[in-house]
């Protein structure tokens, strides 16, 4: 394995199935909102924005977003859903040093980016600089014990794992950690833990995709965090 998955070469097909698919959809998209605050009049950064859904919802709420991705493919697609309602650039999400200056934003939303990245201290304390005192950080990532994953060589190790996403119809790259690896460098960049989220699928879950809803009942695929930035 030669590292995280590249989103280039898969930005089409993955943003074609990505807003119909019940996971997303139904389960991570509801969790991942119910942990936002009020967004209309701020400053939102979208870390990771795919192919632009949650800048989508958050512009139509009154936010005053930009979006960033690494991926120039999903920039493109991003682009062309949002149109000139946000600022939408292609950028590394642990390094906008060049990009934005200190406390440009009151709140960061980072959806289902986590697992692809190789150092999280750098990425926290990076959005550290970018959020301003008391701002807010809400992100989704893998969880690290969901269905399908292999605890070998043990939960405490992190590791590079490949897993076949069926209705993508591909071989995805990224980490598994456990759960201090999130919490310990979230800390350390001077952060507080509001939140952490373990929901239970919804009953649209279950209308839709039964087979999903009964293996989300059993072991959460996602995690969820708010966090807030501490003012000192």
Known sequence: MTGPTDYDAIAARYAAGIDQRPY?????????????????????????????????????????????????????????????????????????????PDQAFDVILSSLVLHYLDDLAQTFHEWARILRPGGTLVFSTHHPVREGTQLDPGYLRRELIEENWGWLGETMRYFRRPLRDLTEPLAAAGFVIERIGEPDPSEAMRASDPKGFERLSRLPGFIFFRARKLTA
Do not use: H, K
Request: with cysteine; glycine share 10%; proline share 3%.
């Open 24 to 100: 997303n959809a139904l389960y991570e998209r509801p969790a991942t909102v119910a942990l936002l605050p009020e967004v209309a009049g701020r400053d939102v950064l979208d870390a990771g924005c795919g192919s632009g859904w949650y800048a989508d919802w958050l512009a139509r709420r009154g936010a005053r977003v930009v979006a960033v991705d690494r991926s120039a493919s999903m920039v493109a697609l991003a682009g062309e859903r949002l149109g000139a309602r946000c600022r939408v650039i292609q950028g590394d999400v642990s390094d906008l040093r060049d990009v934005f």
